[in-house]
């Protein structure tokens, strides 16, 4: 079992950063491919970017890409979500996610675990 938990989110200005921290529990940290999603009021979750075990891969929705960068440190068991130049339609609950398949996936129905989520608020 792996313990998720989501910390940064906040209440920030179009055109301001923040970074978003997600430190699993246990020693299987290294095990699973990480993800982050999102979801706003009314739509549906989607697929944000996600990081291969080693960190040597990257994946990122259109949305996105440029803006924000996905890491992971797996010596201190943590993943991250630099995001910068935001925007109000950024705004969401952001979610962190640990999968055990065997590439990186942008389907959230493929990632085992789900952290309880932190609310990124982009004011315009």
């Known amino acids: 079992q792996v313990q998720l938990v989501e910390s940064g989110g906040g209440l920030v200005q179009a055109g301001d950063s923040l970074r978003l921290s997600c430190a699993p529990s246990?020693?299987?940290?290294?095990?699973?491919?990480m993800g982050w999603f999102r979801q706003a009021p009314g739509k549906e979750r989607e697929f944000v970017a996600a990081?291969?075990?080693?960190?040597?891969?990257?994946y990122y929705a259109d949305s996105v890409k440029g803006r924000f960068t996905i890491s992971r440190d797996n010596a201190k068991n943590t993943v991250y979500l630099q995001m910068n130049s935001l925007k109000p339609e950024d705004t969401a609950v952001y979610y962190c996610?640990?999968?055990?398949?065997?590439?990186?996936?942008?389907?959230?129905?493929?990632?085992?675990?789900w952290g309880q989520g932190t609310q990124v608020t982009v004011s315009s």
């Open positions: 246990g020693r299987s940290f290294r095990s699973y491919h």
């Open positions: 990081v291969s075990r080693s960190g040597d891969n990257t």
């Open positions: 996610a640990a999968d055990r398949g065997v590439i990186p996936s942008t389907n959230g129905a493929t990632y085992d675990y």
